[in-house]
């Protein structure tokens, strides 16, 4: 007895070392499987590119082109939340703030070919700026992140709005070059590399180039109702202009990017799609397999669910995010907000819109009091060329 209880103490002691062998062991390998997701969230997997950015395995690279406030974040959420996609936001924007400034234009003179206007701003030549926008946008793809200029990559839109690169901001301000070595690894990771731009109308000489120098590269052409774009500018900091000044310069800027991409569309019929908002707003399950399948690319559980989320949020979102209670309602709000005359000249501005996307003028005023009546023609539109055509003021 006295044996046994002699025992006892050394028994107890055996336990807990090797519990905390057991903890220790545990602890250690949870740690190396959370340092794999450290930092900017990487994920590495096989390396699909060598250190030049070249495919070794075929990658997708997208190409998102849209106008402001026509529902392009929310399109930009289906390779957002897609856990094998390398998503860059508005990269343009940080060039185009850089080449607005005086300052800027002068101090690089001739080598931008900057002219001074009467009101002493510099303004930089079509070709330098086609030129610039050109390699950003090739660098990205390639994943050349240390090659891009620093007003890209101190842009405050550019990766600070990927759901992968959320410490950007502050790994950019504590220590860049770390900060692009992490952004690069990821960018070599992913199957898919998406940019999002609205700031390329009618530039269809650089999309050209792309298209024909990389045969991976898809284009998204997103197209809403310009209806709804207008409403939407004008509650967002263009209460001073009216529905009608707003049209005029829209149904330019939207006829302008129809018109000049024919080039584009009828060069590569199978590389390119256009995407309705409105379709995406009232089944965009439907619009995620459409574009998947268009890619080539398996569909993402978890993505799926992130944008059937934010298209039936409890309540709604900040009114530059993506979140709406009812993305149907949101699609359609501007039947409430136009009158009929307002409606009417809109209409009669936006011809090659209506017609290359399917959108219907009103042809009476109870029309827009009517929930049923989506004044457009589901999966109707014609191609760019004949919309062109069939406008007065055509471009061809």
Known sequence: MKHARRCWPIAITLCVLFLSCL???????????????????ERPRE??????????????????????????????????????AFFVFEPILGIEKKLQTEKYAASVGEHWNSTKTQKGVHKISKSSWNSSVTLVLENIFRCRLNELPDEVIRSQFMMTKSRRHEGY??????????????????????????????RLHGKNDILMYLMRTYPNLRLLKLVRDPRGIIVSRKRLGKRNKSYEQLSVHLCREMELDICNYIDVFESYPGRVMKIVYEDMAENPYQSIEDI????????????VRAVLAMSSAKSEGWVYG??????????????WRLT??????????????????????LRHDRQLWNHKDKLRVRGGGISAKEACMKNAGSHI
Not at 23 to 41: E, I, T
Request: glycine fraction near 4%.
């Open 169 to 198: 901001s502050k790994c950019v301000a504590q220590n860049m070059e770390d900060c692009i070595t992490l952004l690069t690894k990821i960018c070599l990771a992913s199957k898919i590399r998406t940019i999002k731009v609205i």
């Open 23 to 41: 903890m220790w062991y545990k602890v250690k390998d949870y740690g190396a499987k959370m340092s794999q997701d450290f930092r900017l969230r």
């Open 47 to 84: 390396n699909r590119t060598d250190g030049d950015g070249k495919d070794k395995k075929e990658v997708v690279f997208v190409l998102i082109l849209a106008h402001y406030r026509s529902g392009s974040t929310y399109l930009s959420e289906v390779f957002n939340s897609n856990p094998e």
């Open 322 to 335: 993506t979140d709406r209670s009812d993305s149907t309602r949101t699609a359609y709000a501007w039947k």
């Open 340 to 361: 009929p005359d307002s409606t009417r000249r809109i209409d009669g501005l936006c011809t090659v819109v209506y017609h290359y996307a399917g959108y219907c003028r």
């Open 292 to 303: 998947y399948s268009f890619l080539h690319q398996p569909i993402q559980e978890d993505m």
